[in-house]
């Protein structure tokens, strides 16, 4: 039908993401068909009338509501938790510097040139956690935070409580997506399984070509939540058996000990890694007339559009098996995510080495002491932890889905793949370690050049494996 070719400007409206995302995401968290009348006039009154949209949001109420709400608060905050993380971390350490906040922990770093007592705080850890959740959850009231965030979201800028402005802002979706820069698609299991869905991909790119298209499965959130949850807990017990006043000896085992956590995690990161390869299949076994709609009248709408844009159903399904499959699944194949997702995995273990450094230099230090601390245990505590933690995501990836049907063996393949990320852990730090508790400037360049290349290999086993699964699903 020519009107999906047409932007129906009397009744297309928007609503800020970051509008959207607050009172805790309560927009996200019920389908409107669960909602009273009342409530859902007032959702359509959240929304305004615009000229053109900068995200249209594609998404099922068939899926879980806080796991979407969880997805973009963190898509559209992290910048700002970061901030609120950073701020907190230097206003900890300023406090501590002035002697106004205590430390009542001892560190004994046992190293041949300095092994005084230190002062110990958790002062950093403390106020850059606080800062980093308090941040995300103020995210959707900072003002501009992300001025491009203006969003179609059906269930606030669809009338819902009249049947006939109802159907007009169902069909006129198609000129929505005619004016949007960006259609960012919230993928769940059952995503492709939903006609409507279907229809707002396939309406988008052959409409709107130069938009963006971004796929963002709601899975890969929770990967990021799963490692910093896993990084905060190991710090924090790290901090504290260190804090204890225990010698350099327990430093290792320590951190061993202090790995647990991550044995958790890699247990739900393979079962996240399942719906990730799902997600592939998804592509690869796409057959537009197995998808699910309950309106027959919007079927034969959808369909009949298709079948304009594409010539037939088995063209749009072949595309999507084709072009649209390469261009969605190659930028998530192996990533955690954008960089921001990967230093806020990693900001407890910086928060934790700042707590250290804090410590020698209170303790009386020389500044060569603390530099070397540092140098040492940002290679091994961050880079070097970093390529650990892409070790047991490439593990976890390939072996996400259990050999056989027994939860001994489903949890086994876990333990296994924890194992290898703790020996990886363990001789990484334990060389960074020795180089600073013996003074060793000089071997600090060979356990550099041997973390580069161990990094590096780590990337190209990736992008191997994710060429391979690519190719596989394409064949």
Not at 46 to 58: E, V
Not at 155 to 163: N, P, S
Not at 283 to 312: K, M, P, W
Not at 354 to 377: M, R, T
Request: proline residues 4%.
């Amino acid at each position: 039908s020519e009107r999906i070719r047409v932007t129906d400007k009397e009744i297309l409206r928007g609503i800020t993401l970051r509008e959207s995302l607050r009172r805790g995401g309560s927009l996200w968290r019920k389908n409107p068909e669960q909602l009273t009348r009342g409530a859902r006039e007032e959702l359509y009154q959240k929304s305004r009338l615009i000229q053109h949209l900068d995200i249209f949001i594609s998404h099922t109420w068939a899926s879980g509501g806080w796991s979407k709400a969880l997805s973009l608060l963190m898509q559209s905050g992290c910048g700002v938790a970061l901030i609120f993380w950073f701020f907190g971390i230097v206003l900890a350490a300023l406090l501590c510097h002035a002697d106004i906040l205590p430390m009542p922990l001892r560190y004994a770093p046992g190293t041949e040139r300095f092994s005084e007592a230190c002062p110990l705080g958790p002062w950093v850890m403390i106020l850059g956690t606080f800062g980093t959740l308090v941040g995300l959850m103020l995210s959707p009231y900072c003002p501009r935070c992300n001025p491009m965030d203006m969003c179609f979201i059906d269930a606030a800028c669809v009338q819902q409580t009249d049947e006939t402005m109802m159907k007009r802002g169902i069909h006129g979706i198609g000129g929505f997506l005619l004016v949007s820069k960006e259609l960012r698609i919230i993928w769940s299991p059952v995503y492709l399984t939903r006609l409507w869905c279907v229809f707002e991909i396939a309406t988008y790119k052959k409409l709107n070509p130069d938009g963006a298209v971004v796929l963002a499965p709601i899975f890969l959130e929770t990967v990021v939540v799963l490692f910093y949850a896993s990084n905060l807990l190991g710090a924090v017990a790290y901090l504290f058996i260190r804090g204890s006043g225990a010698g350099s000896y327990v430093a290792i085992p320590a951190l061993l000990l202090c790995c647990l956590p991550y044995l958790i995690t890699i247990h739900y990161l393979r079962k996240n890694y399942v719906q990730k390869h799902r997600l592939f299949a998804q592509f690869e076994n796409f057959d537009l007339d197995l998808v699910e709609c309950s309106n027959e009248s919007d079927r034969n709408f959808v369909h009949t559009a298709i079948t304009q844009l594409y010539g037939s159903n088995e063209g749009f399904t072949s595309y999507v098996k084709g072009a649209l499959r390469e261009e969605l699944l190659r930028p998530i194949a192996g990533s955690v995510g954008p960089e921001r997702y990967a230093l806020l995995i990693e900001s407890p273990i910086l928060s934790m080495l700042l707590e250290f450094c804090i410590a020698l230099w209170k303790g009386g230090a020389l500044p060569d002491v603390i530099l070397l601390y540092a140098v040492s245990l940002v290679l091994g505590l961050l880079f070097h932890h970093r390529t650990a933690i892409s070790l047991a995501i490439l593990l976890s990836d390939h072996f996400a889905e259990p050999a056989c049907s027994s939860i001994c063996v489903d949890l086994l393949q876990t333990f296994l793949i924890f194992l290898v990320f703790l020996l990886h852990v363990a001789l990484g730090t334990a060389l960074c370690q020795g180089a600073f508790f013996t003074n060793q400037w000089l071997l600090l360049p060979g356990i550099s050049i041997l973390f580069a290349v161990a990094h590096f290999a780590v990337i190209w086993l990736q992008r191997k494996s994710n060429s391979r699964r690519l190719t596989s699903t394409a064949s």
